[in-house]
């Protein structure tokens, strides 16, 4: 009766080391990732986004639109929002890039970009800021208003 009791026990640690090393393919990991403005950008610069994008490559892909009151136009300053994104990704790197735009999603009104990469591996939860440091005034001119007399 012991060999079919150690036999058992082979088994059931086979099938646990199996299972152990399926797993990490079936959990999601978890980027909460804030953006950001920093000097030389300013609030009235980043009220000119009108429509901004996340986008994640590497070893996820994925495309997160930001409009109508989410993320933009910016309502706050320095912070300009946050966002949590999961992925399953358990190796290689995950890259977020954040595009701010004047209207659409057209090169030639791309006020603002920025980007980080993150490590996917094993942790769970991961913490992460995008920080935009530069503004093209050429693509969105500042916003001018005048009064009339």
Do not use: R
Not at 45 to 56: P, T
Not at 65 to 73: E, K, R, S, V
Not at 104 to 119: E, F, K, R, V, Y
Request: aromatic share 8%; net charge negative; glycine share 8%.
């Amino acid at each position: 009766m012991k060999p079919a009791k150690i036999l058992s026990a082979a088994a059931l640690c086979a099938a646990l080391l199996g299972a152990t090393l399926v797993s990490g393919c079936d959990t999601y990991h978890y980027y909460d990732m804030d953006v950001k403005a920093m000097s030389p950008v300013t609030q009235t610069e980043i009220s000119g986004m009108q429509f901004c994008q996340i986008l994640v490559t590497g070893a996820d892909t994925h495309t997160i639109n930001w409009t109508q009151g989410i993320g933009c136009p910016p309502q706050g300053f320095p912070d300009i929002g946050s966002f949590e994104f999961s992925s399953f990704a358990d190796s290689g790197n995950l890259v977020f890039t954040f595009n701010g735009y004047a209207m659409n999603l057209d090169q030639s009104m791309l006020c603002s970009t920025a980007s980080t990469t993150m490590p996917a591996n094993g942790t769970i939860t991961q913490m992460g800021t995008i920080t935009l440091t530069s503004f093209n005034e050429t693509n969105c001119p500042p916003h001018v208003t005048t009064s009339t007399p």
